[in-house]
């Protein structure tokens, strides 16, 4: 708004020239000089006016036809004109005056004030319209930018989401064909521990049911591969799950495995959320089991399920008292194959977590762990759109 507009002053007499800058320097303005109307309209080719002042009677072409001509083109057919006119007051000029589309028609001698004030008017209006023009130019500029960077993104969207079905149908026809071998060196092995008991004596044994332990582990990681990939792949339904319920269906089968425990698991009732059941039933039974596996060594254990904000935005949480970890190595929890425990402490396979994390993820929420080593975790997490019921079935 503080940028300068031109005002084009048009007399063929010099004097008057002169004392229309006086009366309108102060304005700060561009002032352009005229002496005649074709000297007029070559400076409109060049240059936008803010409003022209023009005298009518000039020798060659005066006001009334420069104004028809400056009408005439596109460029400057709404450029506002007032005359300027030394004559006797006469209607019928006025009313030609304003025929022509002038603004206004004034007689000499003129109150500067007044046409300093007339013309700042018009000022005022060419550079807000001025500023229009640049908002609505930036508009357009921003819109096809944004235009651009949404099809760019639509088309790694594309390219991404396509490289992950790859992947993910990689990773379960490869963990899948695994099978197959790891069941024969299984199956073997335990043919030759059964039928060569006898003959087998000390490491031959033990080499043998290494190689058992061993294809058992490698069986459960494929497990832990394929069930990740199953979440990836898995269309999620949505509707309103009782969690307390299926928590509590998790913890009864955690105390038939290990009758022999006492855990002091507590599971906090009408804990509700929405989301895919069984998807929430994987989670639940992940967290679960971690914190009764890490509890193992505890003198009293305990874990607990539970709900913060349970009425505005639900947290869960699974809060136990075992050997916690280092929060500093916490960005690796939720990664696949990646352990903060050597398998010698607890068992598993580092797929658990990473399949938590997908599938929180894809029910627009997250999770996070805190800890302290020797005092306990909390794992905890939200569901997104989806704990209010706000998410459309994937």
Known sequence: MNERVNVLMVDDQPENLVALEAMLEPLGQNLISARSGRDALRALL???AAVVLLDVRMPDMDGFETAELIRSRERTRDTPIIFLTAADRDETLA????AVGAVDYLTKPVVPELVRSKVAV??????KSQLLRRQADQLRESEQAARELAEARAVLVEDLEQKTREMETFSYAVSHDLRAPLRRIDGFSRALLEVEAERLHGDSARYLRNIRHAAGDMSELIDGMLALARV?????????????????????QLRESEPERAVDLVIRPEVHGTGDPQLLRV??????????????TRPAPRIEFGTANPHTDPTYFVRDNGVGF?????????KPFQRLHSTREFEGTGIGLATVHRIIQRHGGRIWADSTPGEGAIFSFTLGRAATGKASPA
Do not use: C, H, M
């Open 46 to 48: 060049t240059v936008d």
């Open 95 to 98: 009313l030609r005056g304003y």
């Open 122 to 127: 018009f000022v005022e209006l060419a550079k």
């Open 232 to 252: 990836a792949r898995a269309d999620i339904r949505l509707r309103p799950v009782d969690l307390s319920a299926v928590a509590d269906t998790v913890a009864t």
């Open 283 to 296: 989670v639940l039974q992940n967290l679960l089991e971690n914190a009764w596996k890490f509890t193992r």
């Open 326 to 334: 280092d929060t500093g190595y916490a960005d690796r929890l939720f």
